[in-house]
């Protein structure tokens, strides 16, 4: 599973990430955790607030901070696709 946050580097997308970040490794969650702030890569995924949370290419979540278990939905939902 690749997993981007798409943000500015603002405290929310750095909660975001932390937060990503420790949902994958304490659910041992196999993938990639990716901060972006390159505002050319994030130009590409078309969203209009950060942070952001895309999964295997595909925008998942934007403009909130979400929960861990915010997260797990998430991860859980991209899995049984």
Known sequence: MDIKI???GCSRCKKT???VKRVV???QVEGTVEYVTDIAKILDYDIMSMPAIVIDGKVVLNGQVPTADKVRELLEG????
């Open 78 to 81: 991209e899995k049984k696709k």
């Open 6 to 8: 798409l943000g500015s």
């Open 17 to 19: 990430y932390e937060t």
């Open 25 to 27: 490794e304490e659910d």
